[in-house]
């Protein structure tokens, strides 16, 4: 979930050197796709988070990028039916079932948010791919659950009015920071401990944001 915004800004380099830019929080996605396994699976269904709206800037200098990214662990939501949809899942969940995932993502045993109340992304460099002029290479510190871990993904830089689309996906282990995948009926229904993350982000000039 994270430094996609630092690409899509080296992008940018070329026509606006040290210009900051800003995430568009009304705008884009941020998606965590879970899936489930186990020899009951069928019974249970893959999870679809949504882990936005992110906060986030982005500076573009001669000798060096950087980026923020910051997420509000309490405002995920899970299971909503457009990002199912998005995602190819067609297997429907009800209000009831969802408010329990929702209840349990975000308490003790999984996210935690009163604990920890942010997920964030600091860069710690930023490198175009060479031979693929929109794609650049993302490397940075994550923090999640009171625990960090380093990262590097690809980004995909695009126009859009107004700034730019970053896509890309970037996969993560839960247990590698200290949350145990969700799981019942003595294992035979779990979530697997790998989470994919993809991310679809509009980045503005600073101080364009609500204008």
Not at 35 to 45: A, D, F, N, P, T
Not at 55 to 73: F, N, P, Q
Not at 167 to 183: A, Q
């Amino acid at each position: 979930m994270r430094s996609l915004i630092l690409l899509l800004l080296c992008v940018v380099a070329a026509p606006a050197m040290g210009q900051t830019w800003t995430v568009d929080p009304s705008t884009g996605y941020f998606h965590v796709i879970l899936l489930k396994e186990g020899l009951l699976s069928s019974l249970g269904h893959d999870h679809i988070v949504d882990a936005g709206p992110a906060r986030g800037t982005a500076v573009i200098a001669d000798s060096s990028s950087s980026v923020h990214l910051e997420l509000d662990a309490a405002a995920v939501e899970i299971e909503a039916d457009s990002s199912r949809r998005e995602e190819g899942f067609t297997k429907h969940v009800e209000d009831g079932d969802r408010a329990k995932i929702r209840e349990g993502m975000r308490g003790p045993k999984g996210l935690d948010v009163k604990r920890y109340p942010a997920i964030k992304f600091d860069s710690t460099s930023i490198e175009k791919v060479a031979g693929l002029p929109h794609i650049w290479e993302v490397t940075g510190v994550f923090s999640l659950h009171g625990s960090t871990g380093t990262l590097e993904f690809p980004v995909v830089l695009t126009e859009r009015p107004g700034g730019y689309w970053a896509y890309g996906y970037v996969r993560i282990r839960p247990s590698e920071y200290g949350m145990k995948p969700i799981s019942v009926l003595g294992g035979l229904i779990r979530v697997q401990d790998e989470a994919l993350v993809k991310f679809n982000l509009a980045l503005r000039p600073s101080g364009s944001i609500g204008q």
